[in-house]
């Protein structure tokens, strides 16, 4: 069974870093790409950023030079390296698993990050 | 950035009802759709993906179909546990892009 656990949310001042981590279990982990998506509280989706098997890497514009997504494949974790934050990162980040596209099947619980001063 | 432009944004509906949910791509994507249903302090569901494959285990009163750009979900027979918000979401570039959500009211 595919699990996907994140963590590493938390409260943050404005300017603030914060890592979050996805811990990956159930498939084999280097053979997929990964992603990150996010859900500000009460509103839609928003797609953060995207790691390729080969680690080629994609951001949103909204996080481009401020966020770094990362992958371990011999601890099958996903990062995401999160800087200069701002209130509008407020949002539950979900790490999410590629199917045979980058649409996800399988998603994390979901890990809470509060920007706030 | 390819815009996904979904409607509508709230959709009331009772047991029983066909419901249709539509999303319209601001240009080509060809095929590469896929449609999420998400319950409050749940994750996002996968229902269908490349515009009309269902997911296994997802019931068949759920079913999507492409008209050019313009994308539809259909349920058939509304159930009680379909309340929920319905997203589109485009894969045929980065970056990936959803429509805005139609919740569903019963």
């Known amino acids: 069974e595919v699990q996907l656990v994140e963590s590493g949310g938390g409260l943050v001042q404005p300017g603030g870093s914060l890592r979050l981590s996805c811990a990956a279990s159930?498939?084999?982990?280097?053979?997929?790409?990964m992603n990150w998506v996010r859900q500000p509280p009460g509103k839609g989706l928003e797609w953060v950023s995207h790691?390729?098997?080969?680690?080629?890497?994609y951001y949103a514009d909204s996080v481009k030079g401020r966020f770094t997504i990362s992958r371990d494949n011999s601890k099958t974790t996903l990062h995401l390296q999160m800087n200069s934050l701002r209130d509008e990162d407020t949002a539950v980040y979900y790490c999410?698993?590629?199917?045979?596209?980058?649409?996800?099947?399988?998603w994390g619980q979901g890990t809470l990050v509060t920007v706030s001063s | 950035d390819i815009q996904m432009t979904q409607s509508p944004s709230t959709l009331p509906a009772s047991e029983g009802d066909r419901v249709t949910i539509t999303c319209r791509a601001s240009q080509s994507i060809d095929n590469w759709l896929a449609w999420y249903q998400q319950k409050p302090g749940e994750a996002p569901k996968l229902l269908i993906y490349k515009a009309s494959s269902l997911e296994s285990g997802v019931p068949s009163r759920f079913s999507g179909i492409r008209s050019g750009t313009e994308f539809t979900l259909t349920i058939s027979s509304l159930q009680p546990e379909d309340l929920a918000t319905y997203y589109c979401q485009q894969y045929e570039s980065f970056p990936i892009t959803y429509g805005q959500g139609t919740r569903l009211e019963i």
């Open positions: 999410a698993k590629d199917g045979s596209g980058s649409f996800y099947k399988w």
């Open positions: 790691i390729s098997i080969s680690g080629n890497t």
């Open positions: 159930g498939f084999t982990f280097s053979s997929y790409g």
